[in-house]
């Protein structure tokens, strides 16, 4: 386990670059959306999460902006991308809940403890 | 009490804000005109409200007799007709009723947002309720213009955060949230709204626990509390139904209405329910397909879509704005919570949605889950509120005015994206007239109704033109059947959701349409269902059987009463059978409800008949009944409609339809290996389920096809070798998909299938020939393609072809021993006739495959029998009646008349060669054969009655055009098809034409046209009693009854010393019970009779006849109301005794 976290820290930058390219690529390279790949996409993209630490806004940040870009993108007749967008927002508006939850969630019974 | 009353009062910022949520509820009376209802789609009133109020009982007489859902609509009946009792119209209870379901969704939404600390104060209550007003949600629900769960859900969950966290009365929460659950109630019997309701209760429960850290004994003694109190304050809901949760009840309705294969093209919201329209508050199949006339511009207009997408942004920009706030968090939890159940088999995991939804009968409710997204709408409003506090707060640092600017932006923000609720033209859907306005209701049905009520008659009346539960009228109405609340009077207007005289009711308007004769036939199936009038809805604008209405009823009854479009007529006496009535003479038959009216255009009818399934009744009672006729209906294994559908689908193939899948990765590859084993995990995934197989394999056949397309040159011959022999794989899935016993089985699928196949054999054959030229390696390739098509083809053309049609095989099971008369039936006309000239014999088929022919009356024991119908060679086109307009046309050649065709077809012109059917029938069956030879070019025919041209445009639409493809060399192809008459045509004729090519025109050569009638031929074995009328003899039995409700039934019976069967015209059902009051422990033989009602056996006596289940409703409301009677007395004990 300490390996693996080591190995995880160690390159951390690499898995976020990973993560990063492989969203892309499911929006812009892949048929139509794909289970698979999310479930592994997502896997990828909670270690990098997790290697480097990234804050709950940033999230937000990436998920709202995906969303901004929705509509010109139903604009202009792209749907299947749209909605590939729009399903990569929705993961990581539910990755920032769930990392907020488990603060407060952690938080809050650290304070019970010491009470 | 009262000093909180007042304290809440006096803060007027409290205050102001509810006057403008009141305000801005006005809207709702925006556009709308004086006097008009606004009533269509699946948005109902009670037209009767007082009067309605017996649709509470359990039972309904209309359609046969069906299960009465109704307790549901109690809150919106119960209003109704407490504005009628102090005398308002409809029109302004209507008014009101949308006016307050609108503000107190808004007002609620306002106590739902202040009941969490960290918003109470500030905009963030304000807007939360205004966006709820106005939200998109409301617009994408058509036609159904007071949603009451949307009212009640955010009281609910106030309730409920308030109860939990003690902020209001542990008892006055409790006993609010079950008050308020009669909202969600319209929703029954589906529950997909408890369900919102319940999870978000759930939902705040876990967040109340492990994040807020709430008294965890405190919530399990509230929820628990809250439980007991809901299973006690609804058994008046659920311990009627109970027994209904059968077979035969809701949940065997929800499983046969909503079957579920392997599509999830049958799931409603596939494609649209989509996260991407989802997180802007869109996504229901209807409005997103443009059946709203308002939808349009949120679908195409920059602007709009570009405000719909702001809303999500501003939304989930509250986790930024307020991250420390935990309501902030727990209101985007749930909206994520609630867009994933609403995206249901929608992409991503849309698996996990289709097979729950397709293995578990319970969660067929969610095959529309779109609207589950109240959940995550009801966050939207929490979290758009909290964001336009903050930034309003932000703004008003710089500049206090900014404060202003802010609001006004997010409020037009809202009113823009709702603006259909403000102008009032979410009224209007694309199936009402242009500028729809709301409908006035004729004065006709209203005084048509009082004429009915007023005869004080108990018996049933039949609407013309079947409603099929949607009503379509020339004064405007477009939606659900709203004959239910009109009418008083039990009726029949073959709503798809009638009880067990579906099919019988389904039956009797089918014949209708098709003109069935005899009409008497047809009358005596009335008289079973205890119909005694007619209502012509001369209104309906679907109607189009004027005439044949005519033809049925006035013939055989008189005009009653005309009121506008309206016109109800009185049968004859001997068309009508009460009520209750003990039959002279029962028929005995395995023929299936709908077909009934066979029977009863079978000799031997008596007035007072009833029809019993024979297999309902052992051998040894059938014995028993006196007066008894024993029908028995062969089957067959083919079916001349189903063979006459398949020649038609086949012959309307459309290879443009194909779609090949695109695929990225080139066979060989890693990633496509990879995609391969997937292929393959799929379809071992689908074994199980032969349509779900079908379909994957043809997909992935034509993505092969796609690959050879795409990566052909540049791939290996082993590569292309493997490419081929993985299609050829996938298309022999398909081929034993639709070769196996099941998909045989139900003759629909198997057409679906074989279309989509030869569609797809000759897609893809096509598109490897044209994708580009082979070169030498390949043609060891092109070798192996042609033939593998060329085998292909051959099982085609094997599984379409037409079975021997001539020699028609039937099969039967005889009760009993005894004397049995043949029957044979046939709508054509050309039947009788081709039977009484001796064209068509009926033979007895032995073990030994021998002939016995079967005329008039003969003996046959009990047992299994075969009957062959052999309909004699016939020719009905002629060699010498041909006729021309241009020659040399045709040769005789070598004893065979073979056409030559020079002359093109052309429209201007006549064809070049044609002539009249001879003996041509309505109605008919027939079949073509002829070989050709046509190297050079098409060749053509058509079939054209003298029906098929339009008077009024003189066009002619053909029965049947086909165009054949060329044949090789000189060698004759066989063609033949099945086709059918039209129902009022008496001539037709057929024509032979040929095609140009390049200009020019080569020989077509045409021999053996022959085209003979062929029958479906219903065959019947008939065992006739001699009759005698038993209420002619000394001991006839006499019957009273009176009607104490729809549920309760007294019943005498006289007069006889043997038991009778007594025939309750009412949908049966085993809750039914007989009871005589004498002897309480007396059980009576329980039969269905007339394919839909109740029939007992029984000697004479006073009776009484009950529906169980609504004693089981009294029982539960006496326990609702007594337990919540308790709770308010422990309540008041604590405030009054204890002091708390």
Not at chain 2, 150 to 161: D, H, R, S
Not at chain 2, 466 to 486: A, H, I
Not at chain 2, 691 to 715: N, T, Y
Not at chain 2, 722 to 737: G, K, L, S, T
């Amino acid at each position: 386990m300490k390996k693996f976290i080591n190995f995880m820290k160690k390159h951390r930058l690499l898995m976020l670059f990973i993560s990063a390219l492989g969203i892309i690529l499911d929006i812009f390279a892949f048929a139509p959306v794909n289970d698979f790949n999310i479930l592994i996409l997502t896997g990828v993209l909670v270690l990098a999460i997790v290697a480097n630490e990234i804050e709950y806004q940033a999230l937000v940040l990436a998920s709202l902006s995906l969303i901004a870009v929705c509509p010109f993108l139903i604009i202009f007749k792209a749907d299947l991308f749209g909605q590939k967008v729009a399903v990569w927002a929705y993961i990581f508006i539910t990755l920032a809940i769930c990392q907020r939850l488990l603060r407060v969630f952690k938080k809050s019974w650290r304070e019970k403890k010491s009470i | 009490m009262i000093k909180k009353i007042k304290a809440v009062i006096g803060r007027k910022d409290y205050l102001a804000d509810l006057l403008l949520i009141l305000f801005f509820g006005l809207h709702v009376f925006i556009g709308q005109k004086s006097g008009l209802l606004y009533i269509g789609g699946d948005t109902g009133i009670p037209m009767t409200p007082i009067k309605n109020l017996d649709l509470f009982n359990l039972w309904q007489n209309h359609e046969g007799g069906v299960l009465g859902l109704n307790l549901g609509n109690l809150l919106q009946f119960i209003f109704f007709a407490f504005f009628e009792y102090l005398g308002l119209g409809l029109v302004a209870t209507q008014r009101i009723y949308i006016y307050l379901a609108h503000t107190l969704a808004g007002l609620f939404m306002y106590y739902l947002v202040r009941s969490f600390s960290d918003s109470r104060k500030g905009l963030a209550p304000l807007i939360a309720s205004l966006f709820y007003m106005f939200s998109p949600w409301l617009l994408n629900y058509l036609g159904i213009f007071v949603f009451l769960p949307y009212t009640v859900i955010p009281l609910i969950l106030g309730l409920f955060v308030r109860g939990l966290n003690g902020t209001v009365s542990f008892y006055g929460s409790i006993l609010a949230i079950v008050v308020s659950f009669l909202g969600i109630l319209i929703n029954f019997p589906q529950y997909s709204m408890f369900f919102v309701a319940a999870s978000f209760m759930f939902l705040y429960l876990l967040f109340y626990l492990l994040i807020l850290r709430g008294s965890v004994s405190q919530s399990i003694k509230y929820c628990l509390c809250l439980a007991v109190m809901m299973a006690l304050s609804y058994a008046w809901l659920y311990l009627p139904y109970m027994t209904f949760f059968t077979g035969s009840g809701v949940m065997g309705e929800l499983e046969t209405k909503v079957k579920i294969s392997s599509s999830v093209f049958e799931f409603g919201d596939f494609n649209y329910s989509t996260i991407v329209h989802l997180i802007r508050m869109f996504g229901a199949a209807g409005f997103m397909s443009g059946g709203a006339t308002y939808s349009q511009p949120y679908l195409t207009s920059p602007i709009l879509i570009l405000i719909s997408y702001a809303v999500p942004l501003l939304v989930f920009s509250a986790l930024i704005l307020k991250k420390k706030s935990k309501s902030v968090l727990f209101f985007s939890l749930a909206a994520i919570f609630f867009i994933f159940l609403a995206k249901g088999v929608n992409a991503p995991f849309g698996r996990l949605h289709f097979e729950l939804v397709a293995r578990f009968p319970i969660a067929r409710a969610f095959r529309t889950t779109w609207n589950l997204s109240l959940g995550a709408n009801i966050a939207f409003a929490f979290l758009l509120g909290v964001v336009a506090e903050e930034l309003s707060k932000k703004f008003a640092k710089k500049k206090v005015s900014y404060f202003w600017t802010t609001t006004t932006v997010i409020l037009t923000l809202i009113l823009i994206n709702g603006w259909p609720l403000i102008t009032g033209s979410y009224f209007q859907f694309k199936w009402n007239p242009p500028s729809f306005d709301g409908v006035k209701v004729p004065e006709a049905y209203f005084n048509l109704r009082d004429f009915l009520s007023s005869t004080h008659e108990d018996n049933r009346f039949f609407r013309l033109p079947q409603s099929g539960g949607m009503l379509k009228t020339n004064w405007g109405y477009f939606g659900s059947d709203f004959y239910v609340t009109l009418f008083s009077s039990p009726f029949i207007s073959g709503h798809p959701w009638g009880g067990s005289a579906n099919e019988l009711i389904g039956g009797l308007y089918q014949r209708i349409t098709d003109n069935y004769q005899p009409a008497e036939a047809v009358l005596r199936i009335t008289s079973l269902l205890n119909i005694k009038r007619i209502l012509v809805d001369n209104y309906d604008e679907r109607w189009g059987l004027k005439t044949g209405a005519d033809n049925y009823f006035t013939k055989f009854g008189t005009l009653e009463k005309k009121e506008g479009d309206l016109r109800l007529n009185v049968l004859d006496e001997n068309y009508y059978l009460p009520h209750f009535y003990i039959p002279e003479k029962l028929i005995f038959t395995n023929v299936k409800p709908a077909d009934f009216v066979q029977v009863s255009s079978l000799p031997g009818w008596e007035p007072k008949t009833a029809i019993i399934n024979l297999d309902l009744i052992g051998e040894k009672k059938l014995d028993y009944f006196q007066n008894r006729d024993i029908v028995v209906k062969a089957s067959s294994d083919i079916s001349l409609e189903k063979e006459f559908l398949k020649q038609k689908s086949l012959s309307n193939i459309d290879v443009k339809g194909i779609y090949f899948p695109p695929s990225r990765w080139k066979p060989g590859t890693f990633a496509h290996n990879l995609g391969l084993k997937r292929e393959a995990i799929d379809l071992s995934l689908s074994k199980r389920n032969p349509e779900g197989l079908f379909e994957k394999s043809l997909f992935f056949a034509s993505k092969r096809i796609f690959e050879i397309g795409k990566f052909g040159e540049a791939m290996t011959a082993d590569r292309w070798g493997q490419a081929i022999n993985n299609y050829q794989e996938m298309m022999r899935n398909c081929f034993a998909v639709v070769k196996s016993p099941e998909i045989k089985a139900n003759g629909d699928l198997t057409i679906n299938f074989l279309v989509k196949l030869q569609t797809a054999i000759i897609a893809h054959n096509q598109k490897l020939e044209g994708l580009f030229p082979y070169s030498r390696r390949d043609l060891q390739f092109k070798v192996v393609e042609s033939q593998m098509f060329a085998e292909f083809e051959k099982e085609i053309e094997e599984l379409n072809s037409i079975p021997n049609l001539f020699e028609r095989d039937y099969t039967l099971k005889l009760p009993q021993s005894g004397s049995y008369q043949l029957y044979l039936k046939e709508d054509s006309p050309l039947f009788e006739n081709l039977l009484a000239s001796g064209k068509i014999k009926a033979y007895a088929v032995n073990k030994a495959q021998e002939l016995a022919p079967i005329a008039g009356m003969n003996w046959f024991s009990e047992g299994d029998y075969k009957i062959k119908l052999i309909t004699n060679s016939l020719n009905f086109l002629s060699d010498k009646n041909w006729q021309y307009d241009a020659d040399p046309l045709y040769e005789e050649d070598r004893g065979e008349m073979v056409f030559h065709f020079r002359q093109p077809f052309a429209t201007d012109k006549l064809p070049v060669a044609y002539q009249e059917i001879a003996n041509f029938s309505p109605q008919t069956y027939y079949q073509l054969d002829f070989d050709y030879s046509a190297k050079g070019g098409r060749v053509g025919f058509a079939i054209i009655q003298d029906v098929d041209t339009n008077p009024k445009t003189n066009q002619v639409t053909p029965l049947l055009v086909r165009f054949l493809p060329k044949t090789d060399d000189d060698k004759f192809v066989h063609f033949s098809t099945v086709f059918k008459s039209s129902r009022d045509s008496r001539e037709a004729k057929i024509y032979l034409f040929t095609e140009a090519r390049e200009g020019k025109f080569d020989t077509i050569n045409f021999r053996g046209l022959r085209l003979q009638p062929t029958f479906e031929s219903l065959v019947f074995m008939v065992q006739q009693e001699p009759f005698s009328r038993i209420g002619e003899s000394a001991n006839a039995p006499e019957i009273s009854f009176q009607k104490i409700n729809s549920t309760k039934y007294k019943l005498q019976i006289k007069g006889s010393e043997k038991p009778a069967l007594i025939i309750f015209s009412e949908g049966f059902h085993n809750q039914w019970k007989m009871s005589d009051p004498k002897r309480p422990k007396a059980i009576f033989d329980h039969y269905l009779a007339n394919g839909y009602a109740n029939s007992w056996l029984v000697y004479p006596g006073e009776f009484s006849i009950e529906l169980g289940s609504q004693s089981k409703l009294y029982q539960g409301i006496a326990i609702s109301l007594a337990s919540i009677g308790i709770f308010i007395l422990s309540w008041l004990a604590k405030v009054v005794i204890f002091k708390k």
